[in-house]
T-cell receptor, first 111, second 115 residues
Framework: QKEVEQNSGPLSVPEGAIASLNCTYSDRGSQSFFWYRQYSGKSPELIMSIYSNGDKEDGRFTAQLNKASQYVSLLIRDSQPSDSATYLCAVKGSSASKIIFGSGTRLSIRP | NAGVMQNPRHLVRRRGQEARLRCSPMKGHSHVYWYRQLPEEGLKFMVYLQKENIIDESGMPKERFSAEFPKEGPSILRIQQVVRGDSAAYFC?????????????FGQGTRLTVV
């Protein structure tokens, strides 16, 4: 079982709709959860972090965390063509632990 | 307010040569992660360091690869006797401190090509 799992996609969403990206993780001791966006040929860019159960909103982005189900999600409202990228879910355990990345979900916003 | 700086951005090495990749963390950051990414693949963890200490090197290949983060200067990822399979993008990320609730920010990466 992979430590962090994501559907590789591609996920195609019409412009203006809500894009929903999902991630599961295997380590129940994980404490920190991140979403990064990576455009082709570029470096990952941090877009959201979440540390406690529930929802966290930042502009058009909402991160959701359910530690009991070991599940993290990212919602993108009013999707724009510029949101087309690969979205990486990342998980960190204890304070001295590494950050582990999922393999990413490719999102395509169609006009 | 400089971000994480990596150099060189592109590096070409012949098989058998050494590659040295440098990462200067953001100002005030004392922790560095190194990752390798092959085309169309995810980020593979290699090593997690703080100044003068390796915290976790569980992702480092046993041979030819080493990393350091001295008290002064950038973090260095060193690959000895490179082979074609080492061709990849190498990214570093920095964070301000140890702790679970700390975010990591990435540099632009070094694209290594072994010919």
């Amino acid at each position: 079982q992979k430590e962090v799992e994501q559907n590789s996609g591609p996920l195609s969403v019409p412009e203006g709709a809500i894009a929903s990206l999902n991630c599961t993780y295997s380590d129940r001791g994980s404490q920190s959860f991140f979403w990064y966006r990576q455009y082709s040929g570029k470096s990952p860019e941090l877009i959201m972090s979440i540390y406690s159960n529930g929802d966290k909103e930042d502009g058009r982005f909402t991160a959701q965390l359910n530690k009991a189900s070991q599940y993290v999600s990212l919602l993108i409202r009013d999707s724009q063509p510029s949101d087309s990228a690969t979205y990486l879910c990342a998980v960190k355990g204890s304070s001295a632990s590494k950050i582990i990345f999922g393999s990413g979900t490719r999102l395509s916003i169609r006009p | 307010n400089a971000g994480v700086m990596q150099n060189p951005r592109h590096l070409v090495r012949r098989r058998g040569q050494e590659a040295r990749l440098r990462c200067s963390p953001m100002k005030g950051h004392s922790h560095v992660y190194w990752y390798r990414q092959l085309p169309e693949e995810g980020l593979k963890f290699m090593v997690y360091l703080q100044k003068e200490n390796i915290i976790d090197e569980s992702g480092m290949p046993k041979e030819r690869f080493s990393a350091e983060f001295p008290k002064e200067g950038p973090s260095i990822l060193r690959i000895q006797q490179v082979v074609r399979g080492d061709s990849a993008a190498y990214f570093c990320a920095s964070s301000p401190r140890e702790g679970s609730n700390t975010e990591a920010f990435f540099g632009q990466g070094t694209r290594l090509t072994v010919v």
